[in-house]
């Protein structure tokens, strides 16, 4: 059973920043992908962030040069750093993960934390 656990969200005001964490537990040796996603009100889920095993991101140009992503020093975890927030950011934040090296097999199924309420304003 694999599980995606979030934290971190809450209010903020414009301009402020907030730090998003996501563990993944379960019978997991690795990840190939772990991200970010978002949805706001009448929207649909859109790509923040992602980070690769081997190192690369790639981010949606409405959060280049504001938000970093990076993985976390205990395994399987992810952060998004969120810095000069507004309020076109505010959204359901969802932890994503996928391409999972499980205990004698690959998993290409895609997993998907609960989400994490991140609301900016004043």
């Known amino acids: 059973q694999v599980q995606l656990v979030e934290s971190g969200g809450g209010l903020v005001q414009p301009g402020g920043s907030l730090r998003l964490s996501c563990g993944a537990s379960?019978?997991?040796?690795?990840?190939?992908?772990m991200g970010w996603y978002r949805q706001a009100p009448g929207k649909e889920r859109e790509l923040v962030a992602v980070?690769?095993?081997?190192?690369?991101?790639n981010y949606a140009d409405s959060v280049k040069d504001r938000f970093t992503i990076s993985g976390g020093s205990a395994k399987n975890t992810v952060h998004l750093q969120m810095n000069s927030l507004n309020a076109e950011d505010t959204a359901v934040y969802y932890c994503?993960?996928?391409?999972?090296?499980?205990?004698?097999?690959?998993?290409?199924?895609?997993?998907w934390g609960n989400g994490t309420q991140v609301t900016v304003s004043s």
């Open positions: 994503y993960a996928a391409g999972l090296w499980r205990d004698g097999w690959f998993d290409n199924m895609a997993y």
């Open positions: 379960g019978d997991i040796l690795d990840i190939n992908v």
């Open positions: 980070f690769s095993r081997t190192g690369s991101t």
